[in-house]
Every structure is written in structure tokens, then in C-alpha cells.
């Protein structure tokens, strides 16, 4: 759960394919997650899912 007053990192969608396109070259979630500087492995699952399921990796975050 969020905190008040925290801030996210938002990804382009450029680094959010590198972070799949390492995954699926068999670099592990935590590894791709640690070269990338994406503070949870669990992120990187989630855009190779959507990914996988053909759904886009646009920020889904509107300001």
C-alpha cells in the first residue's frame, strides 16, 4: 500500500520492453529487475504478462 506523500517512478515504454526483452532472453526477473534499477522483481513480471496477453505498456497513471 502507498504511503502518503510517496512518489512512483514512472517507465517509458522503451525501458519497460528492454526489462521483457531481457526476461525472455532468460535473464531472471530478479536479475533484470536489479541491472534495470526497478526496485521489485514482481514489475517486471507484470509487464511480461501484459505483454504475453497482448495488452499495451502504456502509463496507465493519469495526472
Not at 522483481?41 to 502509463?59: H, S, Y
Amino acid at each position: 500500500m502507498a504511503k502518503k506523500g510517496q512518489t512512483f517512478k514512472m517507465y517509458t515504454e522503451e525501458e519497460k520492453m528492454e526489462a521483457v526483452r531481457l526476461y525472455e532472453t532468460g535473464v531472471s526477473s530478479r536479475e533484470v529487475a536489479r541491472r534495470l534499477g526497478i526496485p521489485e522483481k514482481r514489475q517486471v513480471l507484470d509487464w511480461v504478462n501484459k505483454v504475453r496477453n497482448g495488452e499495451p505498456l502504456a502509463a496507465s497513471r493519469s495526472n
